[in-house]
């Protein structure tokens, strides 16, 4: 596996999915909590440095579900991850990364 992608599960609390404590790594995902998976990919290198830098935004954005529970959370929330009328997450573009950061520093610090 990726070693930034083990680092990330690390500061996630470990291979066990939230909901169900299921602890098979073969059926573990990274999720997108909010649904901002199309703005913040973990397949961009730059992103997960991103989740790196910040322990306290990958504690916020993302968390481990297992194949199951990600694929009943997506048919009961739709794309975005999101309840209707819940409020929008605190969430980033890549390219509004240094500017945000600079603004909200005690954000993104835990
Ligand atoms: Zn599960």
Same mark, same amino acid.
């Given at each position: 596996? /990726?070693?930034? !992608?083990?680092?990330?599960?690390?500061?996630?609390?470990?291979?066990? #999915?939230? %909901? #169900?404590?299921?602890?098979?790594?073969?059926?573990?995902?990274?999720?997108?909590?909010?649904? =901002?998976?199309?703005?913040?990919?973990?397949?961009?290198?730059?992103?997960?440095?991103?989740?790196?830098?910040?322990?306290?935004?990958?504690?916020?954005?993302?968390?481990?579900? #297992?194949? /199951? #529970? %990600? !694929?009943?959370?997506?048919?009961?929330?739709?794309?975005?991850?999101?309840?209707?009328?819940?409020?929008?997450?605190?969430?980033?573009?890549?390219?509004?990364?240094?500017?945000?950061?600079?603004? =909200?520093?005690?954000?993104?610090?835990?």
């Amino acid at each position: 596996m /990726n070693p930034k !992608r083990l680092e990330i599960i690390e500061i996630l609390g470990g291979f066990k #999915c939230k %909901h #169900c404590d299921v602890v098979d790594t073969r059926i573990l995902e990274i999720d997108h909590i909010f649904g =901002n998976g199309k703005e913040m990919p973990l397949s961009d290198p730059d992103i997960m440095d991103i989740y790196l830098d910040n322990p306290y935004l990958c504690k916020t954005e993302l968390q481990i579900l #297992c194949r /199951n #529970c %990600h !694929r009943i959370k997506s048919l009961e929330h739709g794309d975005l991850g999101r309840r209707k009328g819940e409020p929008k997450p605190i969430t980033v573009k890549k390219k509004d990364i240094p500017r945000i950061i600079l603004e =909200n520093m005690d954000r993104y610090t835990s």
